[in-house]
């Protein structure tokens, strides 16, 4: 019988590995992947080729289950440590259906009537929480200056489509009811999430739009899934071999939006909305070895084309998921990085 060691000698393990000299790190890596005109970094080489000898995948062999507790599990290993210059508090926001729970992320010395960012976690609408994201947020408020609110939004399949989106739109709206009690400025809200959360964020955005009223004065969004309608190049170039599988992405729109829902309701397939115009400014953060490649390149040029503010960044080198492997540091530091100045220079001070 196999005993696996402790996650915190795992984690040290980790670390000590990517801790080595940069050319042993590439002798580790193997023979450089070129895709597309592409060239995978050596950061994410090593990260891929731990994940096949480890088996890790983002679906797990037990199901829903199983697949929470390895998200749960990874974040040990790659997150890095905690970073507690950053205070948390649990928040409650009401809903019909029941409290939302909440986590507020507040940097030392921030003031009060600063900006604030409405966090929404990525994992497929199936997996992935507050806690598996705590990093992250913690992350985005040091470096941007912001306060952030991470929202535990329903999972699929216990919660079907729109589940997650109507909690997302109604975690923004406590945060503009609510700025003075979260110690933000309600003019300086903005809305934000990887993958699965930056599909969410794009909805909470264009929902606030459309019907009037508060708005998020800033996107941010990080490989967001934009279409569940269809397959782009990407789908096919990444199917496999790249952490997010094509039959992963099916596994997970098929928990959230099972057979009887309308996979081009925008508020499932943002990208596909009439009418685009008007949005808040956004920052798009696109890695170059990820199924969801063009549909978030997708949705940044029909965004530019309808008149909004956005800026487009292509990680070339990288693979989905890069803003969760901080503790790994190198290329998806630097990519976090990026996102968190853009985050900074739209609300934060």
């Known amino acids: 019988m196999t005993i696996p060691l402790p996650v915190r000698i795992q984690a040290a393990a980790v670390r000590a590995l990517y801790a080595l000299p940069e050319g042993l790190r590439r002798a580790i890596a193997g023979k450089p992947v070129v895709r597309d005109g592409q060239r995978l970094a050596p950061d994410a080489q090593v990260m891929l080729k731990l994940q096949r000898l480890s088996g890790v995948s983002l679906v797990a062999p037990g199901g829903v289950g199983a697949s929470r ?9 790659v997150g890095g440590p905690t970073d507690r210059t950053v205070a948390a508090r ?5 809903q019909e259906h029941g409290e939302l729970a909440a986590t507020l992320y ?17 994992g497929g609408w199936v997996v992935g929480s507050r806690a598996s994201h705590d990093h992250v947020a913690r992350y985005l408020a040091r470096r941007a200056r912001v306060r952030v609110l ?11 489509f729109p589940a997650a989106a109507e909690d997302a739109v109604a975690a923004f709206d406590y945060a503009c009811a609510k700025a003075a009690d979260l110690g933000a400025d309600p003019e300086r809200i903005a809305v934000g999430g990887d993958s699965a959360g930056g599909n969410l964020a794009a909805v909470v955005a264009q929902q606030a739009v459309r ?17 569940a309608s269809t397959r782009r190049p990407s789908r096919g170039l990444f199917a496999d071999g790249f952490l997010l599988t094509s039959a992963d992405m099916d596994w997970f729109a098929d928990r959230y939006a099972p057979a ?10 943002p ?21 969801l490649r063009d549909e978030g390149e997708a949705y940044a040029r029909a965004l530019a084309e309808a008149g909004v503010a956005v800026r487009l960044s292509r990680q070339s080198d990288l693979i989905h998921g890069y803003v969760n492997y901080l503790g790994l540091g190198g290329r998806f530091r630097e990519a976090a990085a990026e996102a968190a100045e853009a985050l900074r220079q739209a609300i934060g001070g």
């Open 69 to 77: 507790a390895a998200m749960e599990h990874s974040r040990h290993l």
């Open 106 to 122: 507040t940097p030392d010395g921030l003031a009060a009537g600063s900006g604030l960012l409405v966090l929404l976690h990525g």
């Open 150 to 160: 991470s929202v535990e939004y329903r999972l699929a399949p216990e919660h079907v």
């Open 271 to 291: 990208l596909l909305a009439e009418d685009l115009t008007g949005l808040p400014p956004a920052y798009i953060g696109t890695a170059g070895f990820d199924p």
């Open 260 to 269: 009887a829902a309308d996979r081009t309701d925008p508020r499932l397939s």
């Open 211 to 227: 019907r009037g009223g508060p708005a998020p004065v800033f996107q941010l969004l990080l490989y967001p899934a934009m279409d």
């Open 90 to 94: 649990g928040v409650g926001i009401p």
